[in-house]
């Protein structure tokens, strides 16, 4: 039995650490997984290219999936291939989740639709289920259900993550200029007591995003988290003429700016010369779906 799966990417309007509250935005780069099962009993996982990574996560997916609707005897092999960058605040872990789960479900037969559809399982169902196993695994504070609605369902999600709850999803049509450097932060490793300090931003990134404005809400995100976390504000200040939005995604470290595209060429520019790299890219409101 073997399914395949593609998930997305996403970037930060608002990071939940604060409150529980978050918000996200699927962008145009996705996770693949592939699900091969047989009645070994055992789940092994290995993310192309990546030969040391931690497949704790996808392999947690594999097992909740076949608890929920397999048999006990299920087991077998998942790998990933991704244009996600590991740890950088791009939301890896929840497209490897969300792209896992779907794999899953297609290798057992079960439907995966929306509500509207008939299909046996929704899409938010199993986006629950990779934030199970993301809070089971330890890869994450929250379970990133923020994270995970966007990459699962595309366009713009806001969350209430202390209960998995979907407060509201919307569309926008931006172009995405995304500057990742060098290093790598893991979410699991992030100062939660320095982000809960930042609350009050948060709540007013909150309201923003409630409004619809998520752009300015993206703003006001990045420069209390990247002063919460140690980031620099630079790259953000460089942004801010020339786009609708800019804000460190995730726990960082990457920084993602919104608005249009010959804009965004011009802090491209800037972006170009620090150290690690930049891609322009687009919103995405379709979200994962079964290969």
């Given at each position: 039995m073997k399914g395949r799966a593609v998930a997305l990417g996403a970037g930060t309007v608002l990071n939940a650490l604060a409150t529980g509250v978050g918000s996200a935005f699927a962008i145009d780069a996705e996770t693949t997984a592939t699900v091969e099962l047989d009645d070994s009993g055992e789940v092994r996982g290995d993310v192309?290219?990546?030969?040391?990574?931690?497949?704790?996560?996808?392999?947690?997916?594999?097992?909740?999936?076949?608890?929920?609707?397999?048999?006990?005897?299920?087991?077998?092999?998942?790998?990933t291939e991704s244009e996600v960058p590991m740890a950088a605040g791009l939301k890896s872990s929840s497209a490897a989740a969300n792209a896992t789960v779907l794999a899953t479900l297609s290798a057992l037969g079960v439907d995966v639709g929306d509500a509207d559809s008939g299909g046996r399982v929704t899409r938010l169902d199993a986006c629950r289920l990779g934030v199970e196993a993301a809070r089971d695994a330890g890869v994450t504070v929250t379970g990133a259900f923020d994270d995970a609605s966007a990459s699962m369902l595309g366009g713009v999600t806001l969350t209430d993550n202390t209960r998995d709850d979907l407060l509201a999803r919307d569309e926008r049509d931006w172009d995405v200029l995304v500057w990742t450097p060098p290093e790598r932060a893991y979410s699991a490793d992030a100062d939660v007591s320095r982000c809960?300090?930042?609350?009050?931003?948060?709540?007013?990134?909150?309201?923003?995003?409630?409004?619809?404005?998520?752009?300015?809400g993206m703003t006001v995100n990045g420069l209390a988290f990247?002063?919460?976390?140690?980031?620099?504000?630079?790259?953000a200040v460089e942004a801010m003429p020339h786009a609708d939005g800019v804000s460190l995604s995730g726990t960082g470290p990457s920084v993602v700016a919104v608005g249009h595209r010959d804009e965004l060429?011009?802090?491209?520019?800037?972006?170009?010369?620090?150290?690690?790299?930049?891609?322009?890219?687009?919103?995405r409101t379709d979200g994962a779906r079964v290969l």
């Open positions: 192309d290219g990546a030969p040391d990574a931690d497949t704790r996560l996808i392999e947690r997916c594999v097992e909740l999936t076949v608890e929920r609707y397999g048999s006990d005897d299920d087991g077998g092999r998942v790998r809960e300090r930042v609350a009050p931003m948060a709540r007013l990134v909150a309201d923003l995003a409630s409004e619809g404005r998520y752009a300015a990247s002063a919460a976390l140690g980031f620099p504000t630079d790259p060429e011009t802090v491209a520019a800037m972006w170009g010369e620090r150290d690690g790299t930049t891609r322009l890219t687009t919103t």
